[in-house]
């Protein structure tokens, strides 16, 4: 071999060298890459392992603290918090808060991180107190007797319970600013799955927080207090369960309880004015009558509103100042008379938990033709159970349990006059039923009221199913279908039903069919763009709030034995989750919910020329368009 041809070899051999070398970087690079995606996998299947695990005993936990502990309570608790710790040390570490930067990876790292610290902040603030709280206290001290509740064990539970409900209330903080958009399935199911646990966990304990900040007082701790006691009835819908079948006043005073007047809606009448102002959104949506009778004063999710409007008629009919309002119904009912056991009602009447509802609901109106003595019957049923609760001699485990269940189903309500009350009443389920939004879900309510002007609702069953997509093709925007049902049992022509359960005629043969207006909260900006009614276009109408809600309204007419279903198809806001937190109208009977996959809409799917629906174009800001 030649110097000439030698020397181009020789110059060939850094380039060989620095391939060599770029190829070593670029191996290292990813087998770099490799460890940390091995390194966020195991950690991450660790950490869903630890709190997929942590549901089941949340709930054991929560059985454990309300029966008032037991000997495993510790171990429990124990295991809990290790699982919740070790799930926030596994994704909390640098390398995993490094790849949360990575763009379409990290969001779903964020939101599970985010979700085990929520869990976590439960578990190390808010269950440390109450399972102290579980060893030192007997149930037996918080059931009324003889008409007298002690109030002192009651205020004792309020230091440890205040710290416990501001740790949950920061939890579900936490947890509402969680992210999901952009998470894929499998992480935003699981996220979601926690942040529900969160959600009950705050729900529940927020709950009894408030009641065991607030009901000392209303008892009479600082003096005499007048309460009224509402008993809804379901048989004749209204959006927080019926109308006021019967309304009670309880005078308290040092934690004594007695019955004073009894009262009803067919009682008190029409008020010739409203005895409050309504806004210009309960004008749009529920008229004056609202503010004008006590069978309307349910109409609104919002049980502040209707405790202040009941408030202000008792007021006005009998010149008496009201302190607080709270809110039953014959389902709760049911559920205490399992605790106290079987009842007999004045005329000798059996009441127990398996007839009450029926008895009260619908068997009241076969018996009694005038209301004047319906009313009285359920008065008297109200006061027979309320007589037994306050001179409880049962099982105070079955006792607390039963009023637990009635605040779970969201079924009891209270308002308190008192500022400082109602503030943390407010932040509670007893609050009522507005949905709430956050990172994860998209709040919805629905609910229902009865237009026929009667009983007519116990032969009604519902069902709701809802679901939500996110649509990257319709600029981000998420879509969402609710498909109300509403199915009568009503024998054919209302044959053999009293008239005064029926109602008033709404046509030609149309004896017994049920007349109900639906109504849909929702976040603003969210928009119905279809309403279908059993297979076809119908229109619905809207209530522009301005306060945080979009709401809309409409009527719909169920003939007996017949089924009306409502089809309302929803844009939501850009990014909104496509997941559905549903509040709803606690019913007579079971409100059957489900969740349903739906998928995004194609062009051709969208009507805009049907006068009764809102076209698209009109949409504005919260339009789904090609290129927004």
Not at 202 to 209: E, H, Q, S, V
Not at 490 to 518: H, N
Not at 564 to 584: M, Q
Not at 597 to 609: F, G, K, L, N, R
């Amino acid at each position: 071999m030649s110097a000439e041809t030698a020397a181009p070899m020789r110059r060939r051999r850094p380039r060989q060298h620095r391939r060599h070398v770029w190829r070593w970087v670029l191996l290292g690079i990813l087998g770099l890459l490799l460890l940390v995606v091995l390194w966020i996998v195991a950690r991450g299947l660790i950490a869903r392992d630890q709190l997929t695990g942590a549901v089941p005993i949340v709930e054991r936990v929560q059985t454990q603290i309300a029966s008032g502990g037991d000997a495993d309570l510790d171990a429990t608790a124990s295991e809990l918090q290790a699982r919740a710790d070790t799930a926030a040390a596994l994704t909390s570490d640098p390398i995993w808060r490094a790849v949360e930067l990575v763009p379409w990876i990290g969001p779903n790292l964020t939101a599970f991180r985010e979700a085990a610290a929520a869990v976590q902040t439960i578990t190390d603030e808010a269950l440390p107190p109450l399972v102290d709280l579980a060893g030192r206290i007997d149930l037996r001290d918080f059931v009324p007797k003889d008409g007298i509740v002690d109030l002192a064990p009651i205020q004792a539970l309020q230091p440890a319970l205040a710290d416990a409900g501001a740790a949950v209330a920061l939890a579900a903080e936490q947890a509402g600013a969680i992210q999901t958009a952009g998470t894929i399935p499998q992480i935003g199911e699981a996220v979601g799955q926690l942040v529900d646990v969160v959600n009950q966990a705050d729900a529940l304990i927020g709950g009894t927080n408030g009641l065991v900040q607030t009901l000392p007082a209303m008892l009479g701790a600082d003096g005499p207090r007048t309460t009224l006691l509402m008993v809804q009835n379901n048989a004749e819908l209204r959006a927080t369960g019926g109308i006021p079948g019967a309304v009670i006043e309880l005078r308290t005073d040092g934690g004594r309880i007695e019955l004073g007047r009894f009262s009803s809606s067919t009682t008190m009448g029409e008020f010739a004015q409203p005895v409050l102002a309504p806004t210009d959104v309960e004008t749009q949506l529920y008229g004056d009558r609202f503010a004008r009778f006590m069978q309307n004063v349910t109409v609104t999710p919002d049980f502040a509103r209707s405790g202040e409007l009941a408030a202000a008629m008792w007021h006005e009919a009998y010149g008496q100042d009201v302190d607080a309002v709270v809110s039953i119904d014959p389902i709760v009912l049911s559920y205490l008379l399992r605790a106290t056991g079987p009842l007999e009602l004045a005329d000798g009447t059996p009441l127990t938990s398996d007839n009450a509802v029926e008895l009260l609901l619908n068997e009241v109106y076969f018996r009694f033709a005038d209301p004047v003595a319906q009313d009285a019957f359920f008065a008297d049923a109200a006061g027979t159970v309320f007589q037994a609760v306050t001179h409880f001699a049962g099982d105070p485990t079955a006792f607390i349990e039963a009023v637990g269940e009635g605040v779970a189903d969201r079924r009891v309500y209270v308002w308190s006059a008192h500022p400082d009350e109602q503030a943390v009443i407010a932040g509670s389920p007893l609050a009522g039923l507005l949905p709430t939004s956050d990172g994860t879900a998209s709040g919805f309510g629905i609910y229902l009221a009865d237009l026929t002007m009667s009983k007519i609702d116990w032969y009604l069953d519902t069902a709701i199913a809802v679901g939500g997509a996110q649509c990257p093709e319709w600029g981000s925007h998420s879509y969402y279908e609710v498909r109300l049902t509403l199915d009568s049992a009503m024998p054919p022509g209302g044959d053999g039903v009293p008239d005064y359960v029926v109602g008033p005629a709404v046509g030609a043969d149309a004896r017994g069919t049920a007349v109900t207006q639906a109504y849909l909260t929702m976040p603003a900006g969210f928009r119905v763009f279809q309403t279908v009614v059993d297979g076809g276009d119908a229109a619905i109408g809207v209530v522009d709030a301005g306060d945080g809600y979009a709401r809309y309204s409409i009527t719909l007419v169920t003939p007996p034995q017949a089924t009306t279903e409502v089809l309302l198809r929803i844009w939501g806001n850009v990014d909104a989750p496509s997941k559905v937190r549903l509040v709803h109208t606690p019913t007579a009977h079971r409100f059957e919910t489900t969740t349903t996959s739906v998928a995004c809409p194609t062009p051709d799917e969208i009507p805009t020329d049907d006068p009764g629906i809102i076209a698209l174009a009109d949409i504005g800001a919260a339009s789904p368009g090609r290129g927004s």
